[in-house]
C-alpha cells in the first residue's frame, strides 16, 4: 500500500516536470529553422512572402510538411535541402518544440 | 484646418486605400463569411479541428495568400484541399487570408 503511494506520487511529479522540462530544453536542429522561422517579419524571396509562423503549430502538421518537403511533393528550394537532411527523430523533434511555443 | 486642404488630405487617404486594395489586402469581415467551408476542418476559430490540418488563426496574410494560389495551380499537390480552391478568386484568397491572419494564434517563437 506504501509503495502504491509512492509509485503514485512519482507518477504525479513525472507528469509535473515534464511539460516544463520539454519547453526548456529546445532540440539542436531547431537552431537552423530559427533562422528564418524565428525571426518576426521576416520575408521569403522570389516570390515575397512571410516565412509562416509555426509557434503553437499542430506537430503533426508540422511532420507531414517537413516529409512532403524533402521527398519534394511540397515544393521549395531552401526547405527541400534543409528537410532532406533530417532524420525522422529530428523532425519529431522540431515538431513538437514548435506546437509546444505560443501555447 | 483650410478647406482644401482637409479635401487634399480625404482624397490622399482615399487613394491610400485604393492603392492597398490593388495590393490584395483583403476584407477579413467578408472573408469571414466566405470561411464556413474552411472551418469545418480548419475551426471557426482557426485553430484546426485535428493534428492533421493546420492552424490558420494568426497566420502572415500573404503567406496563406501564397498556400492558397499554389493549391489553386496545383503546383501544391493536396487531394484535400484541391477541391475547395479551385473555384476561389484572387479576391476570395485575399479576404480569407485576411480573416485568418487576424484571429488570435500563431506566434514567431522566441530565439
Known amino acids: 500500500m506504501r509503495s502504491r503511494a509512492v509509485m503514485t506520487g512519482l507518477a504525479l511529479a513525472v507528469l509535473v ?49 517537413l516529409r512532403a518537403y524533402a521527398s519534394g511533393d511540397r515544393p521549395h528550394g531552401t526547405m527541400h535541402a534543409n528537410a532532406a537532411t533530417l532524420s525522422e527523430d529530428e523532425i519529431q523533434a522540431i515538431a513538437a518544440w514548435f506546437e509546444e511555443q505560443g501555447r | 484646418m483650410s478647406r482644401s486642404r482637409t479635401v487634399f488630405m480625404s482624397a490622399f487617404a482615399a487613394a491610400a486605400l485604393l492603392a492597398a486594395g490593388a495590393a490584395g489586402a483583403g476584407n477579413p469581415e467578408l472573408g469571414r463569411a466566405k470561411s464556413a467551408p474552411c472551418a469545418a476542418c480548419h475551426g471557426q476559430d482557426g485553430l484546426g479541428t ?33 477541391p475547395w480552391v479551385s473555384d476561389l478568386s484572387d479576391a476570395d484568397i485575399a479576404d480569407l487570408a485576411a480573416y485568418y491572419s487576424s484571429l488570435k494564434g500563431l506566434q514567431v517563437p522566441k530565439r
Do not use: W
Open chain 1, 17 to 65: 516536470a515534464s511539460p516544463s522540462a520539454l519547453a526548456e530544453s529546445r532540440p539542436d536542429a531547431v537552431e537552423t529553422c530559427l533562422g528564418c522561422h524565428g525571426i518576426k517579419g521576416y520575408k521569403n524571396v522570389y516570390p515575397t512572402y512571410h516565412v509562416p509562423k509555426l509557434g503553437g503549430q499542430h506537430a503533426q502538421y508540422i511532420t507531414d510538411a
Open chain 2, 50 to 82: 485535428a493534428p492533421n490540418f493546420p492552424v490558420l488563426a494568426g497566420q502572415y496574410a500573404d503567406y496563406l495568400v501564397h498556400a492558397l494560389k499554389q493549391y489553386r495551380s496545383g503546383e501544391r499537390e493536396n487531394a484535400l484541399m484541391a
